[in-house]
């Protein structure tokens, strides 16, 4: 991992002032002379810029995003905790961590910082940008405003904006958080009962009804607690609590929330307009956090846009698992939409 140390201020969208700013980023192979040989990946809510940690059997030789070919690159987002300032970064102007004081950010945001870093890294054009679930939000965003600088944008398990459903998910997640006196009192160290119960009903969301009735199922009829389903609800929690932020949970909800292409645009489909790039949007069958028709409303309002439909026995975590298919659709795309 590698860290930008950006010598500026950062202004966010809605006019907040960041002192400093730190850009955690991953890169994976090399930047050719004409320096468009890349991949730009943008992470999803709790993951890092280390592609192979998250997303392993995409990255390396031979795979889907070769290093021998391309220049791979992924960024930790803003608001992040994984080197990015965030809000468990301290605040230059009080000595003190941001915590619940770090400012609302937007996707539009994370695209600008996104921006600060292809400049550093002397990218002049991207192959192709992809994301999935809320990094399909930013890959989106990018593409929109951006559009002379993509050339391909691949959106798997993703939308145009955040749907009423998604903002119920969110909210509650904010709820279980609030309910954990350490988090709401600003103890640097709190909220972690928050952030598990949050994370709880996050994976409700990730998987589906068939896939828990199967991986969770009881073989024991007389059985009246300590169910499989609670334990595993449990145990996902505390990994989230082991390896995550509570503050940076709670400002990247907050993030998610703002997205909408169609903002100060005219609307979603006026914002579909701008875009410019050979479009893949990639549904998976048993979503329920991002349905089929979101990812099909994008490909049926763009200019060279095609809409790919796998399915999937795990829901919206099938981005995540399902990399053979992914792999397959995403080449595919690639052969036919070959500009170089």
């Known amino acids: 991992m590698y860290t930008l140390i950006y010598e500026n201020s950062f202004t966010t969208e809605t006019g907040s002032v960041l002192p400093d700013l730190e850009i955690a980023y991953n890169t994976y192979g090399s930047l050719n002379h004409q320096g468009d040989n890349v991949i730009w990946i943008c992470h999803a809510l709790t993951a890092s810029s280390d592609v192979e940690a998250w997303w392993p059997g995409m990255v390396g030789d031979d795979l889907l995003f070769d290093t021998r070919k391309y220049f791979i690159v992924c960024a930790n987002v803003l608001g992040s905790c994984y080197g990015t300032t965030g809000p468990a970064s301290v605040n230059p102007q009080t000595g003190e961590k941001w915590l619940r004081d770090f400012p609302l950010i937007t996707v539009r945001d994370l695209v600008n910082v996104h921006e600060i870093l292809r400049k550093h890294l002397g990218i002049k054009r ?11 939000y930013q890959a989106l965003e990018y593409s929109i405003m951006y559009p002379e600088l993509i050339e391909r944008l691949i959106l798997l398990a993703s939308g145009s904006r955040q749907t009423p459903w998604a903002l119920a998910f969110s909210e509650s997640m904010r709820l279980a958080m609030e309910a954990d006196c350490t988090f709401t009192s600003g103890n640097p160290e709190g909220g972690k009962k928050g ?3 949050a994370r709880s009903i996050a994976l409700i969301s990730y998987r589906t009804m068939e896939a828990y009735n199967h991986t969770q199922k009881e073989e024991d009829d007389e059985k009246l607690t300590s169910f ?3 334990s595993y609800q449990a145990y996902q ?9 509570p503050y ?5 909800t907050c993030l998610s929330d703002t997205h909408n292409i169609g903002r100060k645009r005219g609307g979603v489909l006026n914002a579909l307009k ?3 790039a050979q479009v893949l949007c990639v549904g998976i069958k048993s979503d329920l956090l991002f349905p089929t028709g979101e990812q099909k409303l994008i490909a ?4 060279n846009a095609e809409y790919v439909e796998i399915d999937s026995f795990y829901g919206h975590d099938g981005f995540l698992i399902e990399t053979e298919l992914v792999t397959q659709v995403v080449r595919k795309f690639w052969a036919n939409n070959s500009k170089n």
């Open 195 to 197: 952030l598990k119960a």
């Open 126 to 136: 991207i192959h192709t940008v992809i994301g999935a679930s809320i990094g399909g």
């Open 300 to 303: 049926e309002n763009s200019k």
């Open 237 to 245: 929690g505390e990994k989230l609590v082991m390896r995550f932020d």
């Open 274 to 276: 701008l875009l410019k």
């Open 228 to 230: 499989r389903a609670s």
């Open 248 to 252: 940076s949970y709670w400002c990247l």
